[in-house]
């Protein structure tokens, strides 16, 4: 199984940009489609971004696409974020996971293993 750590969160002004890691550790991380999920207080885990084991293909909620960009390094077992233009809304905890297969839907349930997440706070 994957053990995933975030890192990279932290507090920026509204139209700033961060860029957020997922350290994985275990051997099926280069085999394993992943997913961002985000968190805001008092709301459900949302669905951010995806990428395909290669990194051929990415997925994103409507609410970043545009702004936002995944990415992957297989030899760094490493998986990233990168968050522009960033809106007071994205304001959360951010989340990675390792999805179920690779026939998955993008939603929470699909995914699995999760980190312990990483706080992104922007301030109008």
């Known amino acids: 199984q994957v053990q995933l750590v975030e890192s990279g969160g932290g507090l920026v002004q509204a139209g700033g940009s961060l860029r957020l890691s997922c350290a994985a550790s275990?051997?099926?991380?280069?085999?394993?489609?992943m997913g961002w999920f985000r968190q805001a207080p008092g709301k459900e885990r949302e669905f951010v971004a995806a990428i395909t084991w290669s990194g051929r293909s990415s997925y994103y909620a409507d609410s970043v696409k545009g702004r936002f960009t995944t990415s992957r390094d297989n030899a760094k077992n490493t998986v990233y974020l990168q968050m522009n233009s960033l809106k007071p809304e994205d304001t959360a905890v951010y989340y990675c996971?390792?999805?179920?297969?690779?026939?998955?839907?993008?939603?929470?349930?699909?995914?699995?293993?999760w980190g312990q997440g990483t706080q992104v706070t922007v301030s109008s």
């Open positions: 275990g051997r099926t991380f280069s085999s394993s489609d």
């Open positions: 996971a390792t999805a179920r297969g690779h026939n998955y839907r993008l939603i929470a349930a699909d995914f699995q293993s």
